[in-house]
């Protein structure tokens, strides 16, 4: 059975660093794609960033390139999401996600990850 649990959430104000991390148990991760994805009350679930176990090629949104860097430590089957600059606006709910498939793609789509982790909120104050 997949498991996805996410940790390292919290309160951080506005210009600091938070690193959530995600650990991941029931398969071996280092061939799939996992990324980060995040919600705000009343807003959509949104792709953060992911990078791609087969490939090594990773994706960030707009909104959080150059800011955000994805990682992943296949021997702990971990990976992370380093956040720095964080503004009041990255409030949300972060969630560690992983497709059931690899694929030499990296997936963007919501409906591309069959695997999701509870979630840990990240708020940020102004």
């Known amino acids: 059975q997949v498991q996805l649990v996410e940790s390292g959430g919290g309160l951080v104000q506005a210009g600091g660093s938070l690193r959530v991390s995600c650990a991941a148990s029931g398969r071996t991760f280092s061939s799939y794609t996992m990324g980060w994805f995040r919600q705000a009350p009343g807003k959509e679930r949104e792709l953060l960033a992911a990078?791609?176990?087969?490939?090594?090629?990773?994706y960030y949104a707009d909104s959080v390139k150059g800011r955000f860097t994805i990682s992943r430590d296949n021997a702990k089957n971990t990976e992370y999401l380093q956040m720095n600059s964080l503004k009041p606006e990255d409030t949300a709910r972060y969630y560690c996600a992983a497709p059931r498939y690899s694929k030499y793609y990296t997936p963007t789509r919501l409906n591309e990850y069959e695997y999701w982790g509870q979630g840990t909120q990240v708020t940020v104050s102004s």
């Open positions: 990078v791609n176990g087969r490939t090594n090629t990773t």
